[in-house]
């Protein structure tokens, strides 16, 4: 996949994506990551990206011009972006859905949003997608286009090793994941829960199960309207909520 992104801040980009997981996947070619200054699209002596908005009023506004002239260079060289994502607290929020529609295309753009905002005619007629990451807001886009770039490409496959991992992380199905133990068995008298240690692998899908589903149920009995869920799972909700709350 390779992924374009015009940014005023290029190197916020440097740590986070240079490291561990992208920075293998870019290393092996699976994702091909071009960050963009946006300064060396602008004609003038200022490398002016903003500037003052029309009617008055606070603030300023991403200019049209540079972010036409970067999304033409990079349609030059590589070809039309399937996606460009506007990031922006006014977006579709950021969901392991889009997660996965995202990842399943060959290219994006993404434009990093500052100031009030971008003028409308790169809304209008550059972007297909406007993406917030949450209900906050930040002072610009970079950091949401990270997230974004992070969750994407962890999906494609290939880059992260063990592919079952990725189905098995918390949203896959809708829930979240329950408790993981790793050794010792005790530690500072805290004993990891015996079935774990059973060998008995229907007894512990069973359990897993049950402990993601109270987890969701305690923490974002929001996400069970939209889960997957069997019969099964329907039985240990019920269960659950007879139970009540365990502190
Ligand atoms: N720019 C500023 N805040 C943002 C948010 N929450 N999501 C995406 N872009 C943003």
Redo the contacts with the bound molecule.
């Keep these: 996949m390779r992924i374009d992104v015009l940014t005023i801040f290029p190197r916020m980009f440097e740590g986070p994506m240079t490291e561990a997981i992208l920075y293998r996947a870019q290393e092996v070619g699976l994702v091909d990551l071009r960050v963009h200054d946006l300064r060396d699209y602008t004609t003038d002596r200022h490398r002016t990206v903003d500037d003052y908005p029309f009617g008055g009023g606070p603030g300023m506004v991403m200019k049209p011009e540079p972010l036409f002239a970067a999304v033409d260079a990079v349609t030059a060289v590589a070809g039309r972006p399937q996606r460009i994502i506007l ?3 006014q ?1 579709r929020v ?1 969901d392991q859905d889009l997660a996965w529609e995202l990842s399943r295309q060959r290219h994006l753009l993404i434009i ?2 500052r100031y009030e905002g971008v003028d409308e005619r790169v809304r209008e007629a550059l972007v297909t997608d406007e ?11 970079e ?2 286009a990270m997230v974004i770039i992070d969750a994407v490409v962890r999906l494609i496959p290939g880059v992260v090793g063990g592919e079952e991992s990725v189905y098995q992380d918390s949203f896959e199905d809708g829930l979240l994941e329950g408790p993981q133990y790793t050794r010792p068995r005790e530690f500072r008298g805290l004993a990891v829960p015996e079935v774990l240690l059973s060998g008995h692998h229907e007894a512990v899908r069973r359990w897993r199960r049950r402990q993601a589903l109270r987890r969701t149920l305690e923490r974002r009995p929001d996400l069970l309207a939209r889960a997957r869920l069997t019969d099964e799972d329907r039985a240990m909700l019920e269960e659950l909520r007879r139970e009540g709350p365990v502190l």
């Design positions: 990031t922006t607290p977006g950021f990093c949003g993406v917030s990451i949450g209900d906050y807001v930040l002072t610009g886009g950091l949401p």
